[in-house]
Structures are given as C-alpha cells and as structure tokens.
C-alpha cells in the first residue's frame, strides 16, 4: 500500500474533527460510518468502550458539549495508517487526545482513540475555553477610547489580564494600548503592593507568632527594583520593569508610573501616609487623574482608600506596622503607624456612585468590562458615603 499522501491527512484531520462536532454524535448513523467495525477508544475515565457500546452511548445522550479544539497533527505512520494527535478543552480542563486511523475499503476509518485529561486544567486553557476569539491590543485600545480615556491624560489602573480573555502578546499587549492611547505625554499609574509588613497582621496566610521575630530580623531589606508585588498582576510588573517607570518608594503599598509627570506624582511617600494624604493617591487626585479598572471591579480600586482616610481622619482605626528598609547603609526593622485600611465596603460604595449618577463609562472585552471613573468625583463621594455609613 503506498504512503499517505497530504490530502489522505487533510481527510483524515477533517473526519477526527468532525467526531467532535454536537451535530455529528446527534447522528449515530454517521458516527458509525466514520469508525471501523473493531473500533475502540479510552475515554477520559479510563474506561474501555467498543464501537456498539460508544454507538448506543451517543444514542442515549448524543453530548452538545462544544469543545475548544487545539491543532491537529496527522502523521503517516505506516502502510494505510494515520495518527492524528491533539489537545481539546472544556471548562472543566484540558484532554489530550490520540486518534489512530486505517484506510479500509470504504475509505479512512478510526479504528482506536485514546482521551488523556491533564491532571488540572491551566488557567490559560480556561480562558481560551471561554472566548471565542483572542483580545487583541487594538481591541484594548478601541475599549479605552470607547470609556473615555483621554490622549495626555494621567490615569491610574487596575487590571486582571485573565478577564481581558486571550490576550494576544499579554501584559505587554496592555501596557502598549495603554501608551498608545494616552501618547507621549500620558502618564500611567498602578499600585505596586507587596505584602512587606510587620507579621503580626498578615492573614492570608497568617504564621505562628513564634515566627515574628524571626521575620522580622531575617526579612531581605525592601528594594523597588527587586523586592516583588503582591496580588498586582502581570500588567502592574510589565509597567514596573519598564525603562523609566519610577516607583514611589514606600515597602508595602507603594505605586509605579510611567510618563512625564511620574515623578512629579510618585514623589515623596512618606511611610506614614500609606494611601491618605501626603501619598501619590492624593497628588493623583489634585492631578484630575481617571481610574481605569480593566476586568477587576470596585474592590481593587486603590483610590478609594483616599476617600476612607479623608473621611475617616484621626478617628479611624490605626496599627502598628514596620518593614525592613536600608538605613545609613545598614539594614534596619522600621516601625511605623498607618490607618487599618477596609475595603470590605467599596463594592458597594461604588454601587451607590453609579445610583446617584456620579460620572463613568463602561465597555465590555473579553469576559470582563472597562470602566473609567474621575478619581476626583469618584473620591469626594466615597468621602461623604464613608463618613456616614461606617
């Protein structure tokens, strides 16, 4: 029997990937016609299925799953063989899947197929399950035109690339429609968190107290170059490692910017002042800078923390912290006393915003949204909603 030829594997792909198709397992008939009488498969389970038992299977429950599939490799493996390998997603996870075919004399039939799931599903294999096209960085930036945002403008953002859908060249894609809509002289801010703080507060996950002082003498000295960020996102590092992205400074929640007027926002940022007065959030605000929240809601906003600490003033609750920071060239434990920030309430702060008709604008991309809110408005609202409901 001669060798395959490319068009018996084009044939060969088309008839595996029309055994997935909900429109050809609703048809027993044509499932039949595609396998061979001594057909066999391992399904996901393991479980061993004959040609009549998979026939009467799809006669019972045809299956309407509509299934990711990744791209097929046919290879000729030997006389009147085909081997077709590849991957297929549900939102359940990923399986990788083998189909053996043998041309007979009524033609190219799958006499074996084999369905390995992977132990968990990737979070990129879910999101590529959940879209039905990648984003792109000009769909980004359409979105950020569509809301609102403006070429020179300062913003500060928030993201979950993962709720932007399949982003074509990820967080770079971001950081570039971010640049390209705000131009030259745009400034971009976003929160550089780290989780550097005295262990005596963390909770998630908290240590045994018999490990604080060991914590506290052993902890590496903060670095904004080097010390990294805690729950900010691929985009908020992206930004980060940029040339020129400046970092405020303070250990635990601290901020980056890119853009002319970086320095002149990021600069100075006392330990003290956090996210109140005194800190970029407040020079964001004399600055009429807008928030943008790509894919993440109310409850990641930063700038509402400003709010919280204006309305709350001397009588919000304060802890002590500290952070390892170089001191005269020698590292050194620092204390300090902040305000016990609370976002618990923002969701619905913000919910109240949108009722009383407070200014922003809204698109959708991915599975997520893009919203832009102007900090200033934004802010004077939380500060009087804060003020009367905590």
Same mark, same amino acid.
């Given at each position: 029997?001669?060798?395959?030829?490319?068009?018996?594997?084009?044939?060969?792909?088309?008839?595996?990937? &029309?055994?997935?198709?909900?429109?050809?397992?609703?048809?027993?008939?044509?499932?039949?016609?595609?396998?061979?009488?001594? =057909?066999?498969?391992?399904?996901?389970?393991?479980?061993?299925?004959?040609?009549?038992?998979?026939?009467?299977?799809?006669?019972?429950?045809?299956?309407?799953?509509?299934?990711?599939?990744?791209?097929?490799?046919? &290879?000729?493996?030997?006389?009147?063989?085909?081997?077709?390998?590849?991957?297929?997603?549900?939102?359940?996870?990923?399986?990788?899947?083998?189909? #053996?075919?043998?041309?007979?004399?009524?033609? #190219?039939?799958?006499?074996?197929?084999?369905?390995?799931?992977?132990?968990?599903?990737?979070?990129?294999?879910?999101?590529?399950?959940?879209?039905?096209?990648?984003?792109?960085?000009?769909?980004?930036?359409?979105?950020?035109?569509?809301?609102?945002?403006?070429?020179?403008?300062?913003?500060?953002?928030?993201?979950?690339?993962?709720?932007?859908?399949?982003?074509?060249?990820?967080?770079?894609?971001?950081?570039?429609? %971010?640049?390209?809509?705000?131009?030259?002289?745009?400034?971009?801010?976003?929160?550089?968190?780290?989780?550097?703080?005295?262990?005596?507060?963390?909770?998630?996950?908290?240590?045994?107290?018999?490990? #604080?002082?060991?914590?506290?003498?052993?902890?590496?000295?903060?670095?904004?170059?080097?010390?990294?960020?805690?729950?900010?996102?691929?985009?908020?590092?992206?930004?980060?490692?940029?040339?020129?992205?400046?970092?405020?400074?303070?250990?635990?929640?601290?901020?980056?910017?890119?853009?002319?007027?970086?320095?002149? !926002?990021?600069?100075? +940022?006392?330990?003290?002042?956090?996210?109140?007065?005194?800190?970029? !959030?407040?020079? !964001?605000?004399?600055?009429?800078?807008?928030?943008?929240?790509?894919?993440?809601? +109310?409850?990641?906003?930063?700038?509402?923390?400003?709010?919280?600490?204006?309305? %709350?003033?001397?009588?919000?609750?304060?802890?002590?912290?500290?952070?390892?920071? #170089?001191?005269?060239?020698?590292?050194?434990?620092?204390?300090?006393? +902040?305000?016990?920030?609370?976002?618990?309430?923002?969701?619905?702060?913000?919910?109240?915003?949108?009722?009383?008709?407070?200014?922003?604008?809204?698109?959708?991309?991915? =599975?997520?949204?893009?919203?832009?809110?102007? %900090?200033?408005?934004?802010?004077?609202?939380?500060?009087?909603?804060?003020?009367?409901?905590?």
């Amino acid at each position: 029997m001669p060798p395959a030829s490319s068009a018996d594997i084009a044939q060969v792909i088309a008839r595996e990937r &029309e055994l997935l198709d909900p429109t050809c397992r609703a048809n027993p008939e044509r499932v039949a016609a595609l396998l061979a009488d001594d =057909f066999t498969e391992i399904g996901k389970s393991g479980r061993v299925w004959t040609r009549a038992e998979t026939l009467d299977a799809l006669r019972a429950e045809p299956g309407t799953d509509v299934v990711t599939i990744g791209a097929m490799r046919g &290879e000729h493996v030997g006389p009147g063989l085909i081997v077709v390998r590849y991957a297929t997603h549900l939102d359940h996870g990923m399986v990788h899947r083998t189909g #053996w075919w043998r041309n007979t004399p009524s033609g #190219w039939r799958c006499w074996f197929h084999q369905a390995t799931p992977t132990a968990t599903p990737s979070a990129e294999a879910n999101t590529i399950a959940s879209v039905d096209a990648p984003t792109t960085q000009r769909d980004i930036e359409a979105a950020l035109r569509q809301v609102g945002v403006r070429t020179d403008s300062v913003v500060i953002v928030h993201c979950s690339l993962s709720r932007l859908g399949w982003v074509v060249g990820g967080a770079p894609a971001v950081v570039g429609a %971010l640049r390209s809509v705000l131009g030259p002289d745009g400034t971009i801010v976003m929160p550089a968190q780290t989780g550097v703080g005295d262990p005596s507060h963390w909770q998630a996950p908290p240590v045994p107290e018999s490990w #604080w002082p060991t914590i506290r003498e052993h902890w590496p000295p903060f670095d904004p170059a080097a010390t990294p960020f805690r729950g900010m996102g691929a985009v908020a590092e992206c930004l980060a490692r940029m040339p020129d992205t400046l970092h405020s400074g303070h250990p635990a929640v601290g901020f980056v910017a890119h853009g002319p007027r970086a320095a002149a !926002l990021m600069h100075p +940022h006392p330990l003290g002042a956090g996210l109140g007065e005194g800190s970029p !959030l407040a020079r !964001l605000y004399d600055a009429e800078a807008d928030i943008v929240l790509l894919g993440v809601g +109310h409850d990641n906003n930063t700038a509402l923390h400003l709010a919280e600490a204006r309305a %709350l003033g001397d009588r919000g609750p304060a802890i002590d912290d500290g952070a390892p920071l #170089w001191v005269d060239g020698r590292r050194q434990w620092v204390g300090y006393t +902040h305000l016990d920030y609370d976002e618990d309430d923002f969701p619905e702060l913000a919910e109240a915003y949108r009722d009383a008709g407070g200014a922003q604008q809204r698109a959708s991309i991915g =599975f997520g949204e893009i919203e832009r809110v102007p %900090l200033l408005a934004l802010v004077d609202f939380g500060e009087r909603w804060i003020a009367a409901h905590r």
